[in-house]
């Protein structure tokens, strides 16, 4: 069985399909996986390259939001739990600091400046917030340790 790689090329003004050969490596734009599971009769989409400025801007602003929404719910819910471990925020912490890198690094590229500084100056907060916790945890943890004796 011989695999052959199909690309499409979407144009909102062509209604009919064209079919031909791209070099995605030198194709410019914002790549995409998709992660859909919802199985359906049509094309399967394994990766998507977006071109569109437009297009772009609005697929990342919905994704930092989705993730910074994400951030603050287990803030909050480290907050409301009583029995917390500092490993679990520290991870999470890691990841705010990796997901800071990805937006000055990928996403400057696509997005304007006074977003980013905006996005930036949001994950900054989360980030501080998350320290703050780490620091107050751990010194809840040695004050019992230095009552228990």
Same mark, same amino acid.
């Given at each position: 069985?011989?695999?052959?790689?199909?690309?499409?090329?979407?144009?909102?003004?062509?209604?009919?399909?064209?079919?031909?050969?791209?070099?995605?490596?030198?194709?410019?734009?914002?790549?995409?996986?998709?992660?859909?599971?919802?199985?359906?009769?049509?094309?399967?989409?394994?990766?998507?390259?977006?071109?569109?400025? @437009? #297009?772009?801007?609005?697929?990342?602003? $919905?994704?930092?939001? /989705?993730?910074? %929404?994400? =951030?603050?719910? !287990? *803030?909050?819910?480290?907050?409301?739990?009583?029995?917390?471990?500092?490993?679990?925020? @520290? #991870?999470?912490?890691?990841?705010?600091? $990796?997901?800071?890198? /990805?937006?000055? %690094?990928? =996403?400057?590229? !696509? *997005?304007?400046?006074?977003?980013?500084?905006?996005?930036?100056?949001?994950?900054?907060?989360?980030?501080?917030?998350?320290?703050?916790?780490?620091?107050?945890?751990?010194?809840?943890?040695?004050?019992?340790?230095?009552?228990?004796?």
């Amino acid at each position: 069985m011989i695999l052959v790689n199909k690309y499409y090329i979407c144009d909102k003004d062509n209604n009919e399909k064209i079919y031909g050969y791209l070099n995605y490596s030198r194709l410019e734009g914002f790549k995409v996986k998709p992660r859909n599971n919802v199985k359906y009769d049509g094309i399967e989409v394994g990766k998507l390259t977006l071109v569109e400025p @437009s #297009l772009i801007e609005k697929v990342l602003r $919905r994704k930092t939001k /989705i993730k910074l %929404n994400t =951030y603050l719910n !287990f *803030l909050i819910s480290f907050l409301e739990d009583e029995d917390n471990d500092d490993g679990s925020l @520290s #991870l999470v912490l890691d990841d705010v600091k $990796r997901y800071k890198a /990805i937006i000055t %690094n990928k =996403y400057s590229k !696509f *997005l304007d400046a006074r977003y980013i500084k905006k996005l930036l100056l949001k994950v900054n907060f989360i980030e501080d917030e998350m320290k703050d916790k780490i620091r107050e945890y751990n010194r809840s943890l040695q004050t019992r340790k230095g009552k228990g004796r």
